[in-house]
């Protein structure tokens, strides 16, 4: 009995994960084309950092900026603009922003994937009429989807970051397999991958935050951290703050 006794007093205590010294990150989840709820999030990112004492501040957009929404291209450009004027603001490839770049080079098979997961907002986003976009079949789709997004938005797109590393976190849109090193992953699964990381339920190398899987609040595990609350349809878009141990979440 008093060896059990010692061995309990001398197990490591829970490891707490740190950010990086000196800096306030920002994760937002997935915005799927709710502009409005990105433009009330903003301010209060603002005013939060603001009222807290000075530090490096970081911004990572999680990915999944398009479709579902009204206001996909809206979102892109916002988006687009505030990594454009400032190096600390990452945005992170979605699944969503994989299936309308390989869209735009008229890859059919993302295409009729593109046009059942929200992909009608977004092209309608980018200036095609409604009743104009029901006449259309998959080639045409595809040529209007050519004609509408700007360059500077596939060129954005199209550089989005995989993965971010800050301090004991790693960032990525869905998430990471276990047991496999975070050198090692396969990019497409860090935009896909569903029960294998969710089922997980012990540490990886890394505390993952993630967006990708909706729930109805933020989800804290020992492997990961979810924001994505469905922006698209339950009015709720999700950021959380990191700075040294500290975690804030907070919701539109």
Known sequence: M???????????PEFVPMMQPGVRLYAIGDIHGRLDLLDALLPRIDADHAGRPPAERHIVFLGDLVDRGPDSAGVVERVRQLCAADPNVHCLMGNHEEILLRSLEADDKALRLFCRIGGRETILSYGVAA???ERMDYAEV???LAAHVPQAHRDFLSGLKEILIMGDYVFVHAGLRPGIAIADQKLSETRWIRDPFLD?????EKMVVHGHTVAEEAEILPHRIGIDTG???SDR????????????IFST
Do not use: C, W
């Open 2 to 12: 008093l060896s059990k006794l010692l061995n309990f007093r001398r197990r490591a």
């Open 142 to 144: 595809a040529g209007a």
């Open 200 to 204: 997980h339920r012990i540490p990886l």
């Open 231 to 233: 922006a698209y349809h």
């Open 237 to 248: 878009l999700t950021a959380l703050m990191l700075e040294d141990e500290q975690r804030v």
């Open 131 to 133: 009743d104009e976009y």
